[in-house]
């Protein structure tokens, strides 16, 4: 029997973006709200799909967005979620 069962694994992945996922999410935010859309239901659905075309082309923020990993766009969601909700 494997004598780490039961442990946590620590999950890590190299960034391939050199912009901070912060800026990539908030200039994606900011192009889908400028085009009219509800930009945190347009993110929701590429992140639960992967599809890019819920991302907007205008200002580049297709092309941003898909430098992060989804992974890497939930990590800055929760970490900024969990961080805000602390300060309470």
Avoid: C, W
């Avoid at 780490?4 to 620590?10: D, N, Q």
């Avoid at 800026?23 to 929701?44: R, T």
């Amino acid at each position: 029997m494997n004598s780490r069962f039961g442990e946590t694994s620590k999950f890590s992945f190299p960034t391939e973006s050199d912009e901070p996922a912060e800026e990539i999410i908030l200039s994606v935010y900011q192009a889908l709200k400028a085009k009219g859309h509800d930009p945190i239901m347009q993110i929701v659905g590429y992140l639960i799909s992967g599809d890019p075309t819920y991302i907007t082309s205008y200002n580049n923020a297709r092309s941003l967005i898909r430098r992060l990993e989804r992974d890497e766009i939930l990590e800055e969601l929760v970490r900024f979620y969990v961080s805000e909700h602390e300060r309470k």
